[in-house]
């Protein structure tokens, strides 16, 4: 469909003798916020290195817009275009924050100096880190580094942003501010694959949550439905949402932990 940003089908990874992902098909439309969350190990993260080819799949196609890019050569255009933000910012710590911004901007888009510093400031204000733009990494807390990691990839235009845990390196009152970034995203209409277990927030601004189990989408579903709500039948009335009792059974071990 023409709305449809992203495809996934049927992507596989194995590790030597462990298979992480086992089969994972999934669309993604323009502007949705799909979040990804379940056990260690289950293949989340691999997912998502996956679909910007930080690991390449063993098979499996992806195609963002009408490209299929599971076999592109240029990965560098892939990367351009599926933003991508870590759990532990992996920004450049001999460069200011302003520079770690500016610096994807001249290196590989090749923009002038002045227009490249003017984007890059501009990105650093839609995080609310504009003030810092001189500070190197080691002079900003947790949360505000990953505010400039957010900046960074949000200047190279994705078509798709991908979190990968972004807060779980995070002290919890640093979470906050990042989470905040995010739903400004979200609301701005920024399309988002996120792993994350900040249920709140993912309660608050998932147009779907993945529950991966074993390699594979186990159980999917509008956070209304997973958090016991009903939804409209196909003659108008109101179905019963399903268990989702694997998802549920995860929430209560992780609000139990």
């Not at 023409?2 to 089969?23: A, N, P, Q, Y």
């Not at 240029?74 to 933000?85: L, T, Y």
């Not at 989470?179 to 601004?205: I, N, P, Q, R």
């Amino acid at each position: 469909m023409e709305d449809v940003i992203l495809r996934v089908r049927d992507l596989h990874k194995r590790f030597d003798s462990e298979e992480v992902l086992r089969g994972v098909t999934f669309e993604v439309r323009k502007g949705d916020v799909k979040v990804f969350i379940g056990p260690s190990g289950t293949g989340k993260s691999t997912l998502l290195r996956c679909l910007n080819r930080l690991v390449e799949p063993d098979s499996g196609q992806v195609w963002l817009g009408g490209d299929e890019i599971t076999h592109s050569s240029d990965i560098d255009g892939v990367r351009r275009r599926m933003g991508m933000v870590f759990q532990n910012f992996c920004l450049f710590d001999h460069l200011t924050a302003l520079r770690n911004v500016e610096i994807g901007l001249l290196k590989v888009l090749k923009m002038p100096k002045h227009q490249a510093r003017e984007l890059a400031l501009s990105e650093l204000a839609r995080v609310g880190m504009e003030r810092f733009a001189d500070k190197y990494p080691a002079e900003l807390s947790g949360g505000q580094a990953q505010r400039v990691s957010i900046a960074r990839s949000l200047a190279m235009n994705p078509e798709v942003m991908l979190f990968d845990e972004p807060t779980s390196a995070l002290d919890p009152e640093l979470t906050g501010e990042v989470l905040d970034v995010m739903k400004l995203l979200a609301s701005g209409g920024m399309t988002m694959l996120v792993v994350s277990h900040e249920m709140e927030f993912v309660y608050s601004v998932a147009s779907e949550v993945l529950f991966m189990e074993r390699g594979v989408i186990a159980e999917r579903g509008t956070p209304r439905l997973i958090r016991g709500g009903t939804a409209p039948g196909s003659d108008g009335s109101s179905d019963a949402a399903g268990s989702f009792e694997r998802t549920r059974a995860f929430l209560r071990h992780i609000n139990n932990g």
